[in-house]
């Protein structure tokens, strides 16, 4: 049985975040890995989906099976995630959503927003030092407008074939008739403390002695299947406005920390339509996400900046070489990410355009930093001729997420990486107003801002809060195409900061070094934030490589990743996937 991977995850992210030297003091909990009954054993020819839970993904095949579409099928699977997955995402949280229509990429932002009346100081106490990152988490000061079903409601517009009501059937099915607590649900919950004091996730997750309910349970929640069955019926307007919205900003509003949530924040509301960002990587051509997030920026910036260095280039596979360049490749991406990447509405980009961060000759100059050696914390570039006005964030905690894969009978495909933060959000579960047990947890997006508006220099923080801003992000939804702009590969990962790791892992493992892509999924993980600590899974590299890194200069912990790549990659046949054995997903397609 798998133990809590959250914990895992806080285990790694404090080594790295706050206190490098001790990081082995942490307590950090074992993980095993999870047989992948029920994946495609042989490519799929029509069809395939990949998600975090198998009922959300069953859901999707059902969707496809009757005419749907990719983006119909990636709506049906994120209302069962919602429902079966609530730790990771939901109806309450925000998205990054890439769809290919078989001609164009198109990006939609579902990222959530800060309320009208949030400042740079919302997390500041009296005395101007920020929160605590759990305390500002546990509060209504962390929840922005959800963003993910006026996403997915404008996909749909755009690239919907089924009635939009159809889409939610599968959920409200689950939501009404009960699915089965999973061993992954209940181990998280079992950690749980702050969620036990809400009344309604209490009375939902817990039994009359506070205690999870056990792996499964038959759970029912008719108060998500109700806020569904208008969704379904009046669309997103009644998630919006009226008694969902009312019920959602009262629980904000009456947290022992208010928020600053209106219901004029949520009918506000709308999603963007963003200019995908696409970059040619060892003759493929690798399509992510500009800003707000950060993910395909820092991934192109770490693979670009590995390509500079002769060894690494020619490996094929992890050796110390290739992770002691993957560190340090790792650390300039990591300042940039930190000195420049905020919402464009609010932030301008270095020369005006974020491809100046990948440009040759930058990465070029940037590699020549690269030493045999370890280096100290590195420091931002300046990939063109700007007056520096901002300072660079300090590292803090990123975690929660979960990733959808769908390619369509048409070929058409989504990348859907979505989110309500923390595992568990901030800790409040909203009825929707119906008054029946259960119903959907609300994110704690805004603590992905800088809790500190300025930096130690007083300069502003790109990524400090202003008032409807979307915080920056490491999701990275991504889509690969071969030499003649066939799609090859749509991938992403859960995972906080370890997200831009994961995906340049299997990046890598399956187009560089060739892995079938089940094996570049189970590679072991690592990860660098210019913070410290070169992170690797536990068991990951062998004790020569370890010493070698050591003799190099750089600090290791070893630690649990429990990253939750949905791969699908294209070959002789129809598709393959991955789904990561750290978490609970399949692959499944016909």
């Not at 005395?127 to 990152?133: F, I, R, S, V, Y």
Request: charged share 20%; net charge neutral; hydrophobic share 45%.
């Amino acid at each position: 049985m798998r133990r809590p991977a959250f914990p895992a995850f806080l285990a790694a992210s404090l080594a790295v975040f706050l206190a490098p030297v001790h990081a082995l003091d942490q307590p950090e909990a074992a993980t095993t890995r999870t047989a992948k009954e029920g994946s495609l054993q042989a490519p799929a020819r029509r069809f395939a989906v990949t998600a975090a839970n198998p009922l959300a993904v069953d859901a999707g095949v059902e969707i496809l099976k009757s005419g749907g579409s990719a983006l119909d099928a990636a709506v049906a699977v994120q209302a069962v995630l919602g429902l079966v997955e609530p730790q990771s995402s939901g109806i309450a949280g925000g998205a990054f959503l890439l769809h290919w229509d078989g001609r164009e990429v198109q990006a939609l932002d579902g990222r959530e927003t800060a309320p009208a009346a949030a400042t740079p100081g919302l997390f500041l106490k009296p005395d101007g030092k920020p929160l605590p990152m759990r305390e500002a988490i546990q509060s209504g000061l962390s929840t922005g407008a959800p963003g993910v079903l006026a996403m997915l409601a404008e996909g749909h517009r755009r690239h919907g074939k089924l009635p939009w009501a159809r889409l939610f059937e599968p959920a409200i099915r689950l939501a009404e008739q009960g699915f089965a607590v999973s061993p992954r649900l209940h181990e998280l919950l079992s950690g749980e403390t702050a969620l036990r004091t809400d009344p309604v996730a209490a009375a939902y997750f817990f039994d009359a002695a506070g205690a999870p309910k056990p792996v499964g349970t038959l759970l029912k929640n008719p108060a998500y299947a109700a806020v569904l069955r208008a969704v379904a019926k009046e669309g997103v307007k009644a998630f919006y406005e009226g008694a969902v919205a009312e019920d959602l900003v009262r629980r904000v509003k009456g947290h022992a920390r208010p928020g600053l949530l209106t219901t004029d924040d949520l009918a506000a509301y709308r999603p963007a339509v963003r200019p995908p960002l696409c970059n040619d990587w060892r003759g493929y051509r690798v399509c992510g996400f500009g800003p707000p997030t950060s993910g395909h920026l820092t991934l192109m910036q770490i693979l670009g900046l590995l390509d500079t260095q002769p060894a690494a280039r020619a490996a094929s596979g992890i050796t110390a070489d290739w992770m002691h360049a993957y560190a340090e490749s790792a650390k300039l991406a990591f300042a940039d990410r930190a000195q420049y990447i905020g919402d464009p509405a609010f932030v301008t980009a270095p020369g005006g355009d974020w491809q100046n961060l990948l440009s040759s000759a930058y990465l070029k100059q940037r590699g020549a930093l690269i030493g045999p050696k370890a280096g100290g914390i590195a420091t931002a570039g300046n990939p063109a001729p700007v007056q520096q006005a901002l300072a660079p964030q300090a590292e803090q905690l990123e975690s929660g997420t979960s990733h959808i894969s769908v390619v369509d009978p048409q070929g058409h495909a989504v990348a859907m990486t979505t989110s309500i933060e923390s595992a568990f959000g901030n800790r409040v579960m909203s009825d929707g107003g119906t008054g029946l047990a259960g119903g959907f947890l609300l994110n704690n997006q805004l603590t992905d801002f800088s809790l500190n508006p300025v930096g130690a220099d007083g300069k502003p923080v790109a990524n400090r809060v202003d008032a409807g801003k979307r915080p920056r992000s490491s999701m990275a939804p991504t889509l690969v195409f071969d030499r003649e702009g066939k799609l090859l590969m749509a991938a992403g990962s859960p995972g906080g900061p370890v997200i831009i790791h994961y995906v340049a892992k299997v990046l890598t493992g399956a187009l560089a070094w060739g892995l079938p892509v089940q094996q570049a999924v189970d590679l072991p993980n690592f990860g660098h934030f210019n913070s410290g600590s070169l992170i690797v899974e536990r068991g990951g590299l062998t004790a020569e490589q370890l010493s070698d890194l050591r003799g190099r200069g750089h600090q290791i912990v070893e630690t649990d990743l429990t990253s939750g790549l949905q791969v699908l990659l294209r070959v002789p046949g129809g598709w393959l996937g991955g789904a990561d054995p750290r978490r609970e997903g399949v692959v499944r397609g016909e």
